[in-house]
């Protein structure tokens, strides 16, 4: 995190294994969801007031991108249930104001988007220049429920000539393509999968069942998901060996310890703005000049 200590390239070593923009070859089992970056769990309360202070410096860069007006930033969010994706945005967000950000979740699609392209309600709501765009799931799920699920393609009704066994390669690269066409306009994309184990998963299922504050984010369907695990699994890797870019990178973040995958996306985004150069607009010799006229009217006013 930005102070004294911490160098932007001391951040850049640190997110370097997680971060793919190029994901030829890449192996999932090479990516273990327990690591922890070489911290410790006695670090954990270091770790988190690093995030602490990632939080506050993302808040003040928020700040920045909002009045420089140029830049917008999508984060992206994809993950087995119960790998963090709510808690992550969450404390990763907590900071900013939330003016400057809007979140989005894309659930199964509805009748009025099975009548479109797979992307017409996602570009619909990307975020304004300026501002921070949260995809929490995105078109990601068009290579990954989708595929996993094949009868959802069949309620897509595309026309048959056109579902080839190329399907998933060519979604994935429309989406690289896309991507790029944001990228090319001003849009900062970061792509965070958050790595979960199966058998965290379990645990947090198991401790959801037994807790009954928790009892509403219970779903039998997610359970049922589970029995697809492996599929899923060659799904992600296939779509990140395809969409992983310099324009768009992914992140792989560990996330069986829920104090270290905030940690990296907090420093992902941090670092990505860092690398932004945002400032204040400088105002011309006009503006101050109208700026002082202002405040010694206000200055002479009775009360
Ligand atoms: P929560 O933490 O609230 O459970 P969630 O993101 O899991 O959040 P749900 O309403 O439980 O939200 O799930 C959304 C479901 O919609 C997921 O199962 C997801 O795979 C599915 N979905 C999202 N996009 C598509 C799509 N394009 N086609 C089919 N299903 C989709
Ligand atoms: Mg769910």
Same mark, same amino acid.
């Given at each position: 995190?930005?102070?004294?200590?911490?160098?932007?390239?001391?951040?850049?070593?640190?997110?370097?294994?997680?971060?793919?923009?190029?994901?030829?070859?890449?192996?999932?089992?090479?990516?273990?969801?327990?690591?922890?970056?070489? /911290?410790?769990?006695?670090?954990?309360?270091?770790?988190?007031? %690093?995030?602490?202070?990632?939080? !506050?410096?993302?808040?003040?860069?928020?700040?920045?991108?909002?009045? !420089? !007006?140029?830049?917008?930033?999508?984060?992206?969010?994809?993950?087995?249930?119960?790998?963090?994706?709510?808690?992550?945005?969450?404390?990763?967000?907590?900071?900013?104001?939330?003016?400057?950000?809007?979140?989005?979740?894309?659930?199964?699609?509805?009748?009025?988007?099975?009548?479109?392209?797979?992307? #017409?309600?996602? /570009?619909?709501?990307?975020?304004?220049?300026?501002?921070?765009?949260?995809?929490?799931?995105?078109?990601?799920?068009?290579?990954?429920?989708?595929?996993?699920?094949?009868? %959802?393609?069949?309620?897509?009704?595309?026309?048959? =000539?056109?579902?080839?066994?190329?399907? #998933?390669?060519?979604?994935? @690269?429309?989406?690289?393509?896309?991507?790029?066409?944001?990228?090319?306009?001003?849009?900062?994309?970061?792509?965070?999968? %958050?790595?979960?184990?199966?058998? @965290?998963?379990?645990?947090?299922?198991? @401790?959801? /069942?037994?807790?009954?504050?928790?009892?509403?984010?219970?779903?039998?369907?997610?359970?049922?998901?589970?029995?697809?695990?492996? +599929?899923?699994? !060659?799904?992600?890797?296939?779509?990140?060996?395809?969409? +992983?870019?310099?324009?768009?990178? #992914?992140?792989?973040?560990?996330?069986?310890?829920? #104090?270290?995958?905030?940690?990296?996306?907090?420093?992902?985004?941090?670092? +990505?703005?860092?690398?932004?150069? /945002?400032?204040?607009?400088?105002?011309?010799? =006009?503006?101050?000049?109208?700026?002082?006229?202002?405040?010694?009217? %206000?200055?002479?006013?009775?009360?």
């Amino acid at each position: 995190m930005p102070e004294a200590m911490i160098t932007p390239k001391q951040l850049r070593k640190f997110l370097a294994p997680y971060r793919i923009t190029d994901g030829k070859g890449l192996r999932l089992k090479d990516h273990g969801p327990h690591d922890t970056g070489g /911290l410790a769990s006695q670090e954990k309360q270091k770790a988190k007031d %690093l995030l602490a202070r990632g939080v !506050d410096w993302l808040a003040d860069a928020q700040g920045r991108l909002y009045a !420089d !007006d140029r830049w917008s930033v999508l984060l992206i969010f994809q993950a087995m249930d119960a790998a963090g994706k709510d808690g992550t945005i969450k404390h990763v967000m907590s900071g900013v104001n939330p003016q400057g950000v809007q979140v989005v979740s894309f659930k199964a699609p509805s009748a009025e988007e099975l009548d479109h392209d797979f992307m #017409w309600r996602c /570009l619909k709501v990307l975020p304004e220049r300026g501002r921070i765009g949260i995809f929490n799931r995105s078109w990601y799920e068009e290579v990954l429920v989708v595929r996993v699920h094949e009868a %959802l393609l069949a309620r897509q009704r595309i026309p048959a =000539e056109l579902v080839t066994r190329r399907i #998933w390669a060519e979604r994935c @690269e429309d989406i690289v393509n896309i991507e790029r066409y944001l990228a090319r306009n001003g849009c900062l994309i970061l792509k965070f999968f %958050l790595n979960l184990s199966r058998g @965290e998963q379990k645990k947090r299922f198991l @401790e959801r /069942l037994d807790n009954p504050d928790k009892h509403w984010k219970f779903s039998t369907a997610d359970a049922r998901e589970r029995g697809h695990w492996s +599929a899923y699994m !060659d799904a992600y890797e296939s779509m990140i060996r395809r969409t +992983a870019t310099e324009h768009a990178p #992914w992140y792989v973040v560990p996330a069986d310890n829920k #104090w270290f995958s905030r940690l990296v996306v907090a420093a992902a985004v941090v670092d +990505a703005l860092a690398g932004l150069d /945002l400032r204040y607009p400088d105002v011309g010799p =006009e503006k101050l000049k109208e700026l002082a006229e202002a405040k010694r009217m %206000l200055q002479q006013e009775e009360d």
